[in-house]
Nanobody, 115 residues
Framework: QVQLVESGGGLVQPGGSLRLSCAASGSIFSFKIMGWYRQAPGKERELVATITAGGSANYADSVMGRFTISRDNAKNTVYLQMNSLKSEDTAVYYC?????????WGQGTQVTVSS
């Protein structure tokens, strides 16, 4: 079973940047699409960005122009570069991938944007 492990979260000041990584235990070619989601306290999990096996990316309106999703197939890793961070970006960020009919989730990494 392929596993996804996120890293790169932490505490950052408003306006700062972070890069999240999602490392797969197997080949990410197996995933038709991969994405980043986030869940803030008291809120439902929401989609942040997705990227297809072919490299096409889509973003939530709230992060458009600030976040960039990318993938390194050689390293079996998907990244989320987050710039111009705002307090409302504070959440647990999860990586997910569609594997056949199943969705594989990572364990999440906390991102806190605060001065």
């Amino acid at each position: 079973q392929v596993q996804l492990v996120e890293s790169g979260g932490g505490l950052v000041q408003p306006g700062g940047s972070l890069r999240l990584s999602c490392a797969a235990s197997g080949s990410i070619f197996s995933f038709k699409i991969m994405g980043w989601y986030r869940q803030a306290p008291g809120k439902e999990r929401e989609l942040v960005a997705t990227i297809t096996a072919g490299g096409s990316a889509n973003y939530a309106d709230s992060v458009m122009g600030r976040f960039t999703i990318s993938r390194d197939n050689a390293k079996n890793t998907v990244y989320l570069q987050m710039n111009s961070l705002k307090s409302e970006d504070t959440a647990v960020y999860y990586c997910a991938g569609a594997l056949g009919t199943a969705v594989i989730w990572g364990q999440g990494t906390q991102v806190t944007v605060s001065s």
